[in-house]
């Protein structure tokens, strides 16, 4: 009986024990985000905290929580500007951020050699949509030989600047075997139509015998 009486005892205190040494740091290592918020929440009531600001960033973020991921990762920035984990907040950003901020932590990541090639596609994209031509000019030039011909066509249609490269773009996704797909046709009839030349799309599309129908 007094054996019982003991376990009994050690048990709660033992469960106790791990809750208490869980931070957001190993909630968010095991996938546990939405615990993760709430831990770094209630450490950041007490007062500001690195690591407890960041998993809170961090876990938004891979719950697609943007906007909170995005003010979290803001105040990092603002308060730890050199801290531990400034890169890791900064992709945040580039991820969630306005245009602006985004194209500012891309380019600090791309200088210090952080940005993959996924990653410098999107920069390039975010030239592409805020007319900044020079430097999509430089970054396209830099990764044209890694893109894949269908990540080049969507970006000469995002930068919309010589139409003829689009069909021969085009042509060369064709001339690979694969097919230009609803989305890639999509982008570029609005292109065309918006400069005035959907006449020269609709005769290129039905000179490869492409079946497409525009959405009204």
Do not use: W
């Not at 985000?33 to 961090?58: F, P, R, T, V, W």
């Not at 990541?109 to 999509?136: K, P, Q, T, W």
């Amino acid at each position: 009986m007094g054996r019982l009486i003991v376990f009994l005892l050690i048990v709660p205190l033992l469960f106790s024990s791990c809750e208490e040494n869980e931070t957001p740091e190993t909630l968010f290592s095991e996938g546990r985000y939405k615990e993760a918020i709430s831990l770094s929440n209630s450490i950041l009531m007490d007062g500001l905290d690195e690591s407890a600001l960041y998993y809170k960033a961090a876990s938004c973020f891979s719950l697609s929580l943007n906007g909170e991921a995005e003010e979290a990762a803001a105040l990092y920035l603002l308060v730890y500007n050199e801290g531990e984990f400034r890169n890791q907040v900064k992709y945040i950003i580039f991820l969630t951020g306005s245009d602006a901020d985004a194209i500012a932590a891309g380019e600090e990541l791309m200088a210090s050699g952080e940005l993959s090639h996924r990653s410098m596609v999107r920069l390039c994209f975010l030239y592409a949509y805020n007319d900044m031509d020079i430097e999509f000019s430089r970054l396209y030039k830099k990764i044209r030989g890694e893109l894949s011909e269908i990540e080049n066509a969507f970006l000469l249609i995002a930068e919309g600047e010589d139409l003829s490269l689009i069909f021969m773009a085009f042509d060369k996704i064709l001339e690979s075997g694969s097919e230009l797909d609803a989305e890639l046709l999509e982008a570029a009839a609005d292109l065309f139509a918006d400069n005035g030349k959907y006449d020269l799309f609709s005769s290129y599309i039905a000179s490869r015998g492409i079946a497409f129908t525009p959405v009204i």
